[in-house]
């Protein structure tokens, strides 16, 4: 995509949004961040573009006929101020645009965190403007291969565990999009011969045109982001997006076990690879009595055992298997594949080991910011469990959350907005070992008092974490430190 000269509305001052403005101000663009936040602080805002675009710097710094006799603080030097300068020329704007500020523009690229259906947006529209997303910008820009991963849950365990599966194969990788590293901070920097691995969400897939991952993956689809998307219609037609633009020349991994992404296998563009941990498949993965299977043309081979994982629980065993697939058929063979999956620990914020206190095993499931998530976290339990709950509330029920506990959880604690509509589910269920609490730090003092030894107390909140908190990473580091604190 030719950029040179370009007027670019940026909406949304986010890290997504910085870095894409970066970007676009890098490849000879005129973007314009927009935040639609009155309280925006602009100067906060202009000292992380100066950041992002100091990783530009050297590609844009010529160097004289002196330059292998410059030293580290001579390029440093030069890196910084190329970088002012640069941020300097990007506008920042807040709280409205006018018509004025609209003239000229020839594109808009959206934040992931910025609905379609607002006024603003139809503005946009009106006017013809090309509306893109960060990821379409960064894929326009980017070489080499990509895999990409969606799905309601696993998303980001399934990606880390790709990302190193290449890494460890291909001497690195680029590991992109959702996980929290924008796509636009490595697309400029990949070459031909490199594989890109990202995680897209469902609000990624929204803006997207001519994304194409050459292997791509629908790990499930259960109810979320219902605030956003309206219908679980809409939900469902968003993750398929991601397989939009595949051919028959690439690869689409798929759970069998999932009735949507079974679905939309029949329709799928790519060749489909299924995994399954309930039932055989035709060609793919599945799970028998805890081996993982391989089956290819007819022929079946025994990979590996989940007891040699670090992963717990069956969902991960599924995340292994749509791993496994996505891997091979970008070119990995099998025993590099097997080898660093023995290896891989959970990444953090997902069923994360904390701490044992008094005979207490605590562990940090921020990432469990919907039901299914927190579902699948109380499954990988091995023992009776104190929950902390509660947060954001993303009109999801949490009727088979509740059912899920099946004797496993010993006590319920509820924080955060949706704490009453969770205790009165919990209720109408017959579960009334629940406890309210005002914040974090409250729900960790009262864990800790109410859990017996041999117990584990889990943070799975079921929720999102707005509202209380900046993001779940935000969370799931304050409940660590709370956790550490504990004397």
């Known amino acids: 995509m030719d950029l040179k000269g370009k007027k670019v509305i940026v909406v949304g001052a986010g890290k997504s949004g910085i870095a894409a403005a970066a970007m676009l101000k890098a490849n000879g663009a005129e973007p314009v961040i ?16 100066i950041s992002a675009m100091t990783r530009y710097a050297l590609l844009n710094i010529k160097p004289g006929p002196d330059a292998k006799y410059a030293t580290s603080r001579d390029i440093a030097k030069k890196s910084t101020a190329y970088a002012m300068k640069a941020a300097g020329e990007i506008t920042i704007k807040k709280d409205n645009l006018t018509d004025m500020d609209l003239e000229g523009v020839e594109m808009v690229v959206m934040s992931p965190g910025v609905p379609l259906d607002t006024p603003l947006v139809d503005r946009f529209r009106n006017r ?12 326009s820009c980017s070489k080499g291969r990509l895999i990409a991963i969606t799905g ?62 050459q292997v791509s993956a629908i790990l499930n689809i259960t109810p979320d982001h219902l605030n956003r998307h309206h219908t679980m219609e809409n939900y469902v037609a968003c993750k398929e997006l991601i397989a ?30 299924w995994f399954s941990s309930e039932c055989e498949v035709e060609e793919g993965c599945f799970l028998q009595d805890g081996d993982i299977i391989r089956v290819s043309g007819g022929q079946k081979s025994r990979l590996m055992n989940v007891s040699e994982m670090k992963l717990l629980g069956r969902h991960n065993a599924e995340n292994v298997m749509a791993a496994i ?43 469990g910011t ?76 009262k864990a800790a008092e ?21 993001d779940y990473e935000e969370r799931g580091r304050i409940f660590k430190s709370l956790v550490n604190e504990l004397r």
């Not at 927009?34 to 573009?49: A, T, Y």
């Not at 509306?131 to 910008?137: F, K, T, Y």
């Open 370 to 445: 919907n039901p299914d998530a927190a579902i699948k976290a109380i499954q990988a339990m091995n023992r009776r469990t104190v929950l902390i709950g509660g947060g954001y509330d993303k009109q999801n029920t949490y009727d088979e959350w509740i059912e899920a506990f099946d004797g496993k959880v010993s006590k319920l604690i509820l924080l955060g907005q949706t704490k009453t509509k969770i205790a009165e589910c919990a209720a109408k269920h017959g579960f009334n070992d629940y406890i309210i609490v005002n914040s974090l730090e409250e729900a960790v003092k």
């Open 128 to 139: 013809g403007m090309y509306i893109s997303g960060e990821i379409e910008l960064a894929y």
């Open 244 to 273: 939009k633009n595949q051919t028959g020349e690439d690869f689409c991994v798929l759970n069998y076990s999932d009735p949507y992404t079974r679905d939309f296998g029949s329709r799928c563009p790519a060749k489909v690879l």
């Open 450 to 470: 109410v859990a017996k030894p041999g117990e584990a107390v889990l943070l799975s909140p079921a929720c999102a974490s707005w509202g209380m908190f900046k």
């Open 325 to 367: 697939l996505m891997a091979e058929a970008a070119g990995i063979p099998m025993d590099s594949i097997i080898e660093t999956i023995k290896n891989f620990k959970a990444v953090e914020h997902r069923i994360e080991y904390v701490r044992s206190f008094k005979d207490v095993v605590y562990y940090n499931d921020s990432k």
């Open 152 to 213: 309601t849950n696993g998303k980001t365990t399934t990606t880390a565990l790709t990302g190193q599966i290449v890494k460890d194969y291909y001497g690195g990788a680029k590991i992109v999009g959702n996980i929290g590293n924008p796509y636009t901070d490595a697309a400029v920097f990949t070459r031909d011969n490199d594989v890109t691995v990202a995680e897209i969400s469902s609000f990624q897939l929204e803006t997207i045109h001519e994304f194409h991952p």
């Open 34 to 49: 927009f935040d639609e936040n009155s309280s925006l602080d602009e100067e906060k805002v202009h000292g992380k573009l």
